[in-house]
């Protein structure tokens, strides 16, 4: 079976090392490819990944490309099997991956499938979601409707079993490769931001499930750059703009 997954980096010299090696430490049911696209890395992110990780296909973009695009540089050398996209601030401590393709292999009714997210402190991050809307996105934020917040991450429900979802997050997840490839990755639109969204609604379109699976879990060192700089704000907002586009503006 053909298992590869792939990481875009950009500047993570700081924490890529402790992400490949709890993958190649934890994933040992299948045999495992991994492909690191690099955007243009400054802080000797390349270097380190050349000297200390020779296993590891890299590939050097000679400029930033963004999330989407980063990932969709290794198409063309992905068939058929299954394929991860790990963000550079994950972390395992079991086989997930293992376990992941194991209920894939049941169901192949599923495209899409990611584990339960935590925090670094063992808390759970509250990421399958629902589509995103003007209202959850904009009137969550609003004095009084912080509620909505709840619904859209779908907090208050008790996810405790193999759930359907209609918003798979970005930074950890399983997709069929063949279907990766058929629905042609990312859309190129997207720099940062929305892209996931997007992706899993061309998924549900192509006839398959997105299935939330707690039973195993990655731990995500979250730095949530979009509420914490005036860049990331503004590059949310416009990807969000381009989402609404191009699905609807519902409320």
């Known amino acids: 079976m053909n298992i590869t997954g792939c990481i ?4 993570n010299a700081d924490c890529i090392e402790i992400c490949i090696n709890s993958l190649f430490r934890c994933f040992r049911k299948y045999s495992f490819t991994l492909y690191i696209s690099d955007n243009g890395s400054t802080d000797g992110t390349m270097e380190l990944i050349e000297e200390r ?8 973009n000679r400029k930033n490309l963004g999330f989407g695009m980063g990932h969709n540089q290794i198409l063309p050398t992905i068939n058929h099997g299954y394929h991860f996209i ?46 995103p809307t003007i209202r959850y ?29 209609s918003f798979c997050t970005g930074c950890f997840f399983c997709i069929r490769s063949a279907l990766l490839k058929k ?27 997105i299935v939330y699976y707690p039973f195993t879990y990655v731990i995500h060192r979250w730095k949530r750059d ?20 191009k699905w609807g503006w519902r409320f």
């Open 8 to 11: 875009v980096t950009y500047n």
């Open 137 to 165: 996105l904009g009137l969550s934020k609003l004095p009084g409707f912080h509620y909505l917040r709840k619904e859209y991450t779908r907090e208050n429900e008790n996810l405790t079993q193999p759930t359907e979802i």
């Open 226 to 245: 979009n509420v914490k700089s005036l860049k990331g704000i503004f590059r949310e907002i416009y990807s969000m703009i381009k989402y609404f586009n």
């Open 53 to 60: 990780y020779p296993d590891v296909i890299l590939i050097k």
């Open 86 to 131: 790990i963000n550079p601030d994950i972390y395992v401590d079991s086989d997930v991956m293992g376990n992941l393709i194991d209920y894939m292999e049941e169901n192949p009714d599923i495209g899409i499938i990611t584990p339960l997210i935590k925090n670094v402190d063992g808390s759970i991050q509250h990421l399958p979601k629902r589509n």
């Open 183 to 209: 629905i042609s990755g990312f859309d190129k639109r997207f720099f940062m931001y929305f892209e996931d969204a997007d992706l899993t609604r061309e998924v549900r379109l192509s006839g398959y499930k």
